[in-house]
């Protein structure tokens, strides 16, 4: 199975900086028809996961182009340009690659 | 507007069993794999099942497997999990989210708790 580790697991941030989380992979996530299925969640204190980004680097509908996904293979970045309040809670990455599918364990994004 | 609405939790003592279902609307059901998604209180989110969109092909999580039973009924855009011989670790909030890869419609979940 595919194991994503998330670091840092805590970050505090001051708001207006920036911020940046990694998953790494125990796998390659590349599909055998050459796209990576990488997406990134975000869930904010007592509401449902939303998704920001999937695909690795496509920014969802209505998510602020202060994030951003990068990453290749095995690596894989998200980053905020300049943290906002709104920002904070646990953000997961999730491989939709292979099966079974696989979380990282949660970054908690808080404000200092 | 898409929306994704479980129901059915409750509290199920070790052993029981218990459906959960999901009904969807605001796109057309039988063109989109479902998943269902738990995160226990206070952890991170697990993935437990998908179900094709025409229902041929289902996967489970390793945790469930040989206990859970996801299925779908396009007629009532309703997905379901039919949950048995649960344990004290099924205790969770249980998620339906849209998609093969996508996870792009998640409802608000439906807690599911497992005690004597």
């Known amino acids: 199975d595919i194991v994503l580790t998330q670091s840092p697991l805590s970050l505090p941030v001051t708001l207006g900086q920036p911020a940046s989380i990694s998953c790494r992979s125990s796998q390659s996530l590349v599909h055998s028809n050459g796209n990576i299925y990488l997406n990134w969640f975000l869930q904010r204190p007592g509401q449902s996961p939303r998704r920001l980004i999937y695909?690795?680097?496509k920014r969802d509908s209505g998510v602020p182009d202060r994030f951003s996904g990068s990453g290749s293979g095995t690596d894989f970045t998200l980053k905020i340009s300049r943290v906002e309040a709104e920002d904070i809670g646990v953000y997961y990455c999730?491989?939709?690659?292979?099966?079974?599918?696989?979380f990282g364990q949660g970054t908690k994004l808080e404000i200092e | 507007e898409v929306q994704v609405v479980e129901s059915g939790g409750g509290l199920v003592q070790p052993g029981g069993s218990l459906r959960l279902s999901c009904a969807a609307s605001?796109?057309?059901?039988?063109?989109?794999?479902m998943n269902w998604v738990r995160q226990a209180p206070g952890k991170g989110l697990e993935w437990v099942s998908l179900i094709s969109g025409g229902g041929g092909d289902l996967y489970y999580a390793e945790s469930v497997k040989g206990r859970f039973i996801i299925s779908r009924d396009s007629a009532r855009n309703s997905l379901y999990l039919q949950m048995n011989s649960v344990r004290v670790e099924d205790t969770a909030v249980y998620y339906c989210?849209?998609?093969?890869?996508?996870?792009?419609?998640w409802g608000r979940g439906t807690l599911v708790t497992v005690s004597s």
């Open positions: 999730m491989q939709v690659t292979h099966w079974p599918r696989s």
């Open positions: 695909e690795v680097s």
């Open positions: 605001g796109f057309t059901f039988g063109d989109y794999a």
């Open positions: 989210a849209r998609g093969t890869t996508e996870l792009d419609f």
